[in-house]
């Protein structure tokens, strides 16, 4: 147990100061004192194998206070209508309240799994999903694995606008989309602006998930956005409003492991569209298993055409299939585990996007951007 409680604490550690520094101070609070609070941390013990990380102890103890909105511990939580910064009290009004209903919190972490539904990111993945679709000249059939409620799967209904450093904008998708999305677009060195179609043609959509979230389940929705950080309203406010949008069109979701029922999913997929598969924060949770998923694209792909559009950390992504990029090298190589790349709070956590395509059993992976974690900038890379 005392190995792996300190295993624990160094995850809540990890989180505190390499995800959450600077992005939330609520949850970078909470997370380093929970590192240091062997009671708090212990809840933690009984996460399912590899779940035993500070975004599920964070969402469970927003889920509770989602439950019960009156308690003193709700002033901290803007999205129960709180508005108060952290102080000295919050510590200790949220160690109360958690252990008041550590039975509780015990059940949750046993059996929930961390299932951010970031809609920001349909921002970051768009302009790769649609260079996949102008390759592969039409209709496309799209696969997210790892979709939680499948929200990114409905990426081609969303409005797109593109705030570029020198003032110019980029806008695509459909002009009266009930969600519209916006994200700041920089170059790198030798960068040049990519081409946006106005459009992307889905013929067909399919996710996977070993726990999909059912949207008209209310207790799936709370969980859902008990996820998001309780101090960021803007992304819940989104959340909502792409569930009710995805309600009316509800995509083909299976519950299933991302290795083994691959094949299963993708054969949902008619054969005669181009399969382009989505992978946004996902191959972190595969742990020592993500060399098999890429094993299972590339026998996908000696069967018919597959793109795969990944946005994740490079170690945990397109290291697999384009290795020796150091450049590329940001954040943890598993979630909630740092990767010794040296990031630091003025090195913010960057994914990349990426493009990989196959030939004759060999992938071709094109490093596209570099992205943040929940969809507000992104780094256009040079070809």
Same mark, same amino acid.
């Given at each position: 147990?005392?190995?792996?409680?300190?295993?624990?604490?160094?995850?809540?550690?990890?989180?505190? /100061?390499?995800?959450?520094?600077?992005?939330?101070?609520?949850?970078?609070?909470? %997370?380093?004192?929970?590192?240091?609070?062997?009671?708090?941390?212990?809840?933690?013990?009984?996460?399912?194998?590899?779940?035993?990380?500070?975004?599920?102890?964070?969402?469970?103890?927003?889920?509770?206070?989602?439950?019960?909105?009156?308690?003193?511990?709700? #002033?901290?939580? @803007?999205?129960?209508?709180?508005? =108060?910064?952290?102080?000295?009290?919050?510590?200790?009004?949220?160690?109360?309240?958690?252990?008041?209903? !550590?039975?509780? %919190?015990?059940?949750?972490?046993?059996?929930?799994? &961390?299932?951010?539904?970031?809609? #920001?990111?349909?921002?970051?993945?768009? @302009?790769?999903?649609?260079?996949?679709?102008?390759?592969?000249?039409?209709?496309?059939?799209?696969?997210?694995?790892?979709?939680? !409620?499948?929200?990114?799967?409905?990426?081609?209904?969303?409005?797109?606008?593109?705030?570029?450093?020198?003032? /110019?904008?980029?806008?695509?998708?459909?002009?009266?989309?009930?969600?519209?999305?916006?994200?700041?677009?920089?170059?790198?060195?030798?960068?040049?602006?990519?081409?946006? @179609?106005?459009?992307?043609?889905?013929?067909?959509?399919?996710?996977?998930?070993?726990?999909?979230?059912?949207? *008209?389940?209310?207790?799936?929705? !709370?969980?859902? /956005?008990?996820?998001?950080?309780?101090?960021?309203?803007?992304?819940?406010?989104?959340?909502? &409003?792409?569930?009710?949008?995805?309600?009316?069109? %509800?995509?083909?979701?299976?519950?299933?492991?991302?290795? &083994?029922?691959?094949?299963?999913? !993708?054969?949902?997929? $008619?054969?005669?569209?181009?399969?382009?598969?989505?992978?946004?924060?996902?191959?972190?949770?595969?742990?020592?298993?993500?060399?098999?998923?890429?094993?299972?694209?590339?026998?996908?792909?000696?069967?018919?055409?597959?793109?795969?559009?990944?946005?994740?950390?490079?170690?945990?992504?397109?290291?697999?299939?384009?290795?020796?990029?150091?450049?590329?090298?940001?954040?943890?190589?598993?979630?909630?585990?740092?990767?010794?790349?040296?990031?630091?709070?003025? =090195?913010?956590?960057?994914?990349?996007?990426?493009?990989?395509?196959?030939?004759?059993?060999?992938? *071709?992976?094109? $490093?596209?951007?570099?992205?943040?974690?929940?969809?507000?900038?992104? &780094?256009?890379?040079?070809?």
């Amino acid at each position: 147990m005392a190995i792996a409680l300190e295993k624990i604490k160094q995850s809540l550690r990890t989180f505190a /100061e390499t995800e959450a520094r600077g992005v939330s101070p609520l949850y970078e609070h909470l %997370a380093t004192k929970a590192a240091e609070d062997d009671d708090v941390a212990a809840l933690l013990a009984d996460a399912r194998g590899g779940e035993a990380r500070a975004n599920l102890l964070l969402a469970v103890a927003h889920r509770l206070i989602q439950a019960d909105p009156i308690h003193p511990l709700s #002033r901290y939580y @803007p999205s129960v209508g709180g508005f =108060d910064g952290v102080d000295t009290e919050t510590w200790p009004l949220f160690r109360s309240f958690l252990l008041e209903r !550590a039975d509780r %919190a015990r059940e949750l972490i046993a059996t929930r799994y &961390t299932q951010t539904n970031e809609v #920001r990111r349909a921002a970051l993945v768009y @302009p790769a999903v649609a260079a996949a679709a102008k390759e592969a000249g039409g209709k496309i059939g799209l696969l997210e694995v790892g979709c939680s !409620a499948g929200l990114l799967l409905g990426l081609d209904r969303f409005a797109y606008r593109y705030q570029c450093d020198g003032g /110019e904008q980029l806008v695509a998708g459909p002009a009266k989309a009930a969600v519209g999305l916006h994200c700041a677009l920089d170059l790198a060195p030798g960068g040049v602006l990519p081409k946006l @179609p106005k459009k992307v043609a889905v013929a067909a959509r399919t996710g996977l998930d070993r726990a999909p979230v059912d949207l *008209s389940d209310e207790d799936e929705l !709370a969980w859902l /956005e008990a996820c998001v950080w309780a101090d960021q309203v803007d992304r819940i406010r989104l959340l909502r &409003t792409a569930a009710a949008e995805q309600r009316k069109h %509800a995509p083909n979701l299976l519950a299933g492991d991302a290795v &083994t029922d691959l094949a299963t999913a !993708a054969a949902t997929v $008619p054969a005669e569209l181009p399969l382009v598969v989505l992978t946004s924060h996902a191959l972190a949770y595969l742990g020592d298993r993500r060399a098999d998923f890429v094993t299972e694209l590339t026998r996908l792909a000696g069967e018919r055409p597959v793109w795969w559009v990944s946005q994740e950390f490079y170690r945990a992504g397109l290291e697999l299939v384009l290795p020796g990029r150091e450049d590329l090298a940001s954040g943890p190589s598993g979630a909630g585990a740092a990767s010794g790349s040296g990031s630091t709070p003025s =090195d913010p956590l960057q994914a990349v996007l990426g493009l990989t395509t196959w030939s004759e059993g060999k992938p *071709s992976a094109r $490093p596209l951007a570099r992205t943040t974690p929940h969809g507000q900038r992104m &780094t256009w890379l040079p070809a």
